[in-house]
């Protein structure tokens, strides 16, 4: 079972706890984990036993690093089945519309690696705990695909222009990080996760949601918290201003050569610079465009754009380079379809956003 299911028994009402269990691959989204998550929440969305709903992940390395990337090489390069690629993306966009918009509380706890299509669960939950170790990060441009999985949505709602350089460079954000921007609530020690648990088993949980919802938000305010001067340095703090200056005005070429051009003297700055300057120029566009027209959608008219513009990357060559680059041969040396921003055709961009789906040619049946 790549999904551990526990229904957990409270003074009243009980929790169900999904663990993503695959630590070998660092929880990276097959296709049946997320087949399996999805009934999982589709039977507690109607069970009036379960009161709220708690994410974390097996092993002490990771949440979840993303979706499972080999897995998705295997179907853009197989002939069997060339819907299977596209028929990914859209059980995974399900899956994350589905907890965005869960009926009762979920709580995620994010630990080690959250990337890509773990961010995207994570970012999905009500309530965001974190434990000190904890990288976040949307790394898609390294491989010729797009901030996906909502990142429209919660990269639209950073300050600054702090989304759209996390799009550009693949930033890596530690806990101080996450916990400056609001990419989570508030950090917990490892020790206090079962503690946590604990303490929620002794509560009455009446099946209202807005009830069991605000008996939680007191309960998880009245954690315990780690002492925030030990914490990392926020990389964020150190930049931000950075970021702002050389992130600034209304032309994406222009960016990303004041990004490259920088001379900032910091490890972390050169690795998001590394990123951006090896990453796909598709992706750069496509990050650019999707975050400014995201600004005035709603939930789901930002994940119907978000499907369609990861439907049109499977029928495209660089993901499936990126991904042979960076996993299969791991030479890191991808030959990207553009060699440079300025080379993208303004058609290869717009083909990513069309057609424009509603209820009627919707793959994904949301709701």
């Not at 949601?209 to 001067?229: G, I, T």
């Amino acid at each position: 079972m790549p999904i551990q299911v526990q229904e957990i028994a409270c003074r009243e009402g009980n929790i169900g706890l999904i663990t993503l269990d695959s630590p070998a691959t660092l929880n990276a989204l097959s296709a049946s984990m997320i087949h399996e998550t999805q009934a999982v929440l589709d039977q507690w969305a109607e069970a009036d036993h379960i009161s709220l709903v708690i994410f974390r992940g097996a092993g002490e390395r990771a949440f979840c690093a993303g979706g499972n990337i080999r897995e998705l090489y295997g179907a853009l390069s197989g002939d069997e089945d060339p819907d299977a690629p596209a028929e990914f993306f859209a059980s995974e966009y399900r899956l994350d519309y589905t907890i965005h918009c869960f009926p009762k509380p979920v709580i995620a706890i994010g630990h080690g690696v959250v990337m890509g299509g773990g961010l995207g669960i994570f970012s999905a939950c009500r309530y965001r705990l974190v434990t000190p170790d904890v990288t976040l990060a949307m790394p898609e441009i390294t491989i010729g695909l797009f901030p996906d999985v909502g990142a429209s949505w919660f990269l639209n709602r950073l300050p600054g222009r702090i989304g759209l350089f996390m799009g550009l460079t693949g930033a890596r954000l530690n806990v101080s990080d996450a916990l400056r921007v609001g990419l989570a609530d508030m950090a917990i020690l490892p020790d206090q996760v079962e503690s946590l648990i604990e303490r929620l088993k002794e509560e009455r949980w009446t099946g209202e949601s807005a009830a069991d919802d605000n008996r939680l938000f007191r309960l998880v305010k009245q954690l315990e918290h780690p002492d925030y001067r030990a914490l990392p340095t926020s990389e964020l703090a150190r930049h931000e201003q950075d970021i702002a200056r050389l992130s600034a005005g209304d032309e994406l070429p222009a960016i990303v050569e004041n990004l490259l051009a920088a001379e900032i003297d910091s490890d972390w700055w050169q690795g998001c610079v590394k990123n951006l300057r090896g990453g796909c120029p598709v992706t750069a566009w496509l990050v650019w465009t999707q975050l400014k027209k995201a600004q005035q959608m709603s939930l789901k008219d930002v994940f119907r754009m978000e499907y369609t513009m990861a439907a049109r990357c499977t029928q495209r060559p660089d993901l499936r380079e990126g991904i042979r680059a960076r996993l299969i041969d791991k030479d890191h040396k991808p030959t990207w379809s553009f060699p440079s921003v300025s080379d993208v055709p303004d058609t290869v961009v717009e083909e990513h956003f069309e057609p424009e789906l509603d209820d009627s040619n919707d793959p994904m049946a949301l709701s």
